[in-house]
């Protein structure tokens, strides 16, 4: 049965930081892509970032380049997203999922199959 469960969000001001973290079942790193989507209110579920299983290429949304970097440690089967210099506009919520249907990973968050229950980030004064 897959894993996957996020941690790490909050209440941060704006300029902040937050690592949130996505702890997957221990085959899942070399055979599944991870994500990281977010939903904020009144909006679709987008792509934020993600990590291809076979070679650790990322991608990363137009949004959070430069801000944004996802990783991922064996020795913990867990994925990261630090998440510097927060807006008021990264608050949602968080999901880490994961697919294994494709080579390279991707924002489309219709190509994820196993989802997490999400984790909260508000970005607020």
């Known amino acids: 049965q897959l894993q996957i469960v996020e941690s790490g969000g909050g209440l941060v001001q704006p300029g902040g930081s937050l690592r949130l973290s996505c702890a997957v079942s221990?085959?899942?790193?070399?055979?599944?892509?991870i994500a990281w989507l977010r939903q904020a209110p009144g909006k679709e579920r987008e792509g934020v970032s993600c990590?291809?299983?076979?070679?650790?290429?990322?991608d990363y949304a137009d949004s959070v380049k430069g801000r944004f970097t996802i990783s991922r440690d064996y020795a913990k089967n867990t994925v990261y997203l630090q998440m510097n210099s927060l807006k008021p506009e990264d608050t949602a919520v968080y999901y880490c999922?994961?697919?294994?249907?494709?080579?390279?990973?991707?924002?489309?968050?219709?190509?994820?199959?196993?989802w997490g229950q999400g984790t909260q980030v508000t970005v607020s004064s």
């Open positions: 999922a994961a697919t294994n249907r494709y080579l390279y990973c991707s924002g489309n968050v219709q190509e994820y199959d196993y």
């Open positions: 221990a085959f899942m790193l070399d055979y599944y892509n």
């Open positions: 990590i291809s299983s076979n070679d650790g290429s990322t």
